[in-house]
C-alpha cells in the first residue's frame, strides 16, 4: 500500500511538473499575443494619423479648388459687366497683342494650377491606396490573431481541466499516503505486539523446562545418593557376613530400592531428554521468530529510509519550483519593462510623425497662400482680356464643369472610404478592448494558478511533515 501511494505521488509530482511548464508557455504565448496586440495597436495608430492626414489635406485642397471656382467666376461675371458697360468698338492693334500675350500666360499659369492640383490629387489617391492596402493587412492580421486566440482559449480551457484533474488526483494520493502511514504504523505495533507475545510465549515453557529439569537432577541426585547408601548397606552386609532372616527382608527391600532408583533415573533420563530436545526446538523456532522480525524491522527501516529520501526529493523540487517561479517573475518583469520602452518608442515616433506632417501643412499653407496672392495679382490683368478671353472662358467652364464633376466624384468616394477606415478604426478598437478584458481574464486565472499552486505546496509541507513525524516514531518504536 505504501508503495503504491509513494509510486502515485511520483507521477502526480510528474504531472505537476508538466502542468507547471504548460503554465510557463501559457505565459509566455500570452506575453508574445501582448506585445502583438501593442504592434497592431501602433498599426492603427498610424492609420487614424494618415487618415488625419489624408483628411487635412482633402479639405485643403477642397477650399483651395472651391476658392479657385470662386474667383474664376467672379472674375468672368466682372468682365462681363466691364465688356457690356465699357466695349470699346475700335481697339487699338498693340493692346490686342498684348491682351493675347497676357491671356496666354494666365492661360500656361491656369494650366500649370490644373497640373498641380492633379498632382496633389494623384498623391492623395496614392496615399489612399497605401492606407487601404495598409487596413487590408491589419485586417488579415487582426483574423490570424482572433484565430490565435481562440486556439489559446481552447488550449487554456484544457489546461484547466487538467489542472482540476491533478489537483483530484493529488488529493486522492496524498489521502493514500495518510492511510499507508497509518496502516504502516499500525503494522508496527503489531509487529511490537507480536514479537512480546512470541518472547513472552516461547520463554514460559523455557523456564518449565528449565524447572523440570531442575527437580529431575535433584531426583537424580536424590536417587544416586540412595543407591550409594544401599550399596555401602549391601557391602557392610556381605563383610559382617549376616545371613539372617531379617537381614535378607532388608536386603531384598535395598535391592527393590535399588531397582526402584534404577528404573527412576531411567524415567529421568528419558524425560530429560524429551525436555532437551523441546528446548531445542523451543530455540529453533524462537531463533527463526527473532530472524523473521529482524527482517521485518530491516524492510521497514529500507521503506522509512525510501521514504526520507522521497521527502528530501520532494523538497528539492519545491526548491527548484519556486526558483523557477523566481525566474519567472523576473522574466515578467523584464518583459514589463520591454513593453514600456517599446510603447515609449512608439509615443516618440509618433511625435515625430507629429511634426513631419505639421510641417508639412506648413509646406502646403505657404504654397496656397502664393497661389491666392498670384490668383489675385491675376485679377487685375484679367480684366482687359475679356474680348480674347472668351473662348477661352467656356473652355474653361466645360474643364471646369469636368473637373468638378470629377473632384466631386473623388471626394465623394474618398469620404466613403474614409468612413469605412473609421468604422474600421472602430472595430479595431472594440476588438482590442476585448483583447485586453481577455489579457486580465487570464492575469486573474493566472494569480489562482499561483494561489493554487502555494496550498499545493502547504500541503506537500503538511506531507513532509507528516512522513518525517512517521519516521520518528518508527526510530523511537525500533528496539
Known amino acids: 500500500m505504501w508503495q503504491a501511494a509513494a509510486q502515485e505521488l511520483d507521477r502526480l509530482q510528474k504531472l505537476y511538473q508538466s502542468t507547471m511548464r504548460d503554465g510557463q508557455l501559457h505565459t509566455a504565448e500570452r506575453q508574445h499575443i501582448q506585445n502583438q496586440l501593442a504592434q497592431v495597436q501602433q498599426h492603427t495608430q498610424k492609420l487614424q494619423t494618415t487618415n488625419q492626414s489624408l483628411e487635412s489635406v482633402r479639405k485643403n485642397a477642397v477650399t483651395l479648388f472651391i476658392a479657385l471656382m470662386v474667383n474664376c467666376v467672379q472674375i468672368l461675371f466682372r468682365y462681363a459687366i466691364k465688356h457690356t458697360s465699357h ?24 494650366d500649370r494650377r490644373l497640373q498641380q492640383l ?69 503494522v508496527y505495533h503489531r509487529n511490537i505486539t507480536f514479537k512480546g507475545e512470541v518472547w513472552s510465549a516461547s520463554l514460559q515453557p523455557v523456564f518449565c523446562c528449565f524447572q523440570e529439569c531442575a527437580d529431575k537432577e535433584t531426583q537424580i541426585e536424590r536417587a544416586h545418593r540412595e543407591r550409594k547408601a544401599v550399596e555401602e548397606e549391601l557391602e557392610k552386609v556381605y563383610r559382617e557376613g549376616r545371613c539372617g532372616e531379617p537381614e535378607l527382608r532388608k536386603m531384598e527391600a535395598l535391592h527393590q530400592r535399588c531397582l526402584n532408583a534404577e528404573r527412576q533415573k531411567e524415567e529421568t533420563e528419558l524425560t530429560l531428554n524429551t525436555t532437551q530436545s523441546n528446548m531445542k526446538k ?29 521527502s528530501s526529493s520532494i523538497s528539492e523540487e519545491r526548491l527548484s519550483l519556486q526558483q523557477e517561479n523566481q525566474q519567472l517573475h523576473r522574466d515578467m518583469d523584464t518583459l514589463r519593462k520591454e513593453c514600456v520602452l517599446a510603447q515609449r518608442q512608439a509615443k516618440q515616433q509618433v511625435s515625430c510623425m507629429q511634426q513631419e506632417l505639421s510641417v508639412k501643412e506648413q509646406s502646403l499653407e505657404a504654397r496656397l497662400r502664393e497661389m491666392e496672392e498670384s490668383s489675385k495679382s491675376s485679377n487685375a490683368g484679367l480684366s482687359r482680356l475679356l474680348q480674347a478671353q472668351q473662348k477661352t472662358t467656356n473652355r474653361y467652364r466645360e474643364e471646369a464643369k469636368q473637373l468638378t464633376h470629377t473632384f466631386q466624384n473623388t471626394v465623394s468616394s474618398l469620404r466613403s472610404e474614409l468612413n469605412r477606415q473609421k468604422q474600421r478604426c472602430e472595430e479595431l478598437e472594440i476588438q482590442l478592448e476585448t483583447d485586453h478584458k481577455k489579457i486580465l481574464e487570464f492575469e486573474r486565472q493566472l494569480v489562482e494558478h ?28 525500533t528496539p
Open 118 to 186: 492633379q498632382a496633389a490629387l494623384s498623391q492623395l489617391e496614392g496615399r489612399l491606396k497605401g492606407a487601404t492596402a495598409e487596413a487590408e493587412s491589419v485586417r488579415r492580421e487582426q483574423a490570424v490573431w482572433e484565430r490565435k486566440l481562440g486556439e489559446l482559449q481552447s488550449r487554456c480551457a484544457t489546461l484547466e481541466e487538467e489542472k482540476f484533474e491533478t489537483f483530484q488526483r493529488l488529493r486522492n494520493s496524498l489521502q493514500l499516503a495518510e492511510e499507508a502511514s497509518l496502516q504502516r504504523d499500525q
Open 282 to 310: 523451543l530455540e529453533m523456532d524462537f531463533s527463526e521468530e527473532l530472524s523473521r522480525c529482524q527482517e521485518e524491522v530491516r524492510r521497514l527501516q529500507v521503506a522509512l529510509a525510501s521514504a526520507r529520501e522521497e
Open 87 to 110: 466695349f470699346s468698338p475700335k481697339p487699338c492693334v498693340w493692346m490686342q497683342e498684348e491682351d493675347a500675350a497676357e491671356a496666354h500666360g494666365r492661360e500656361e499659369a491656369s
Open 450 to 477: 499561483q494561489e493554487k499552486n502555494a496550498r499545493l505546496q502547504t500541503r506537500l509541507s503538511q506531507a513532509e511533515h507528516r512522513a518525517s513525524s512517521a519516521s520518528q516514531q518508527v526510530q523511537t518504536h
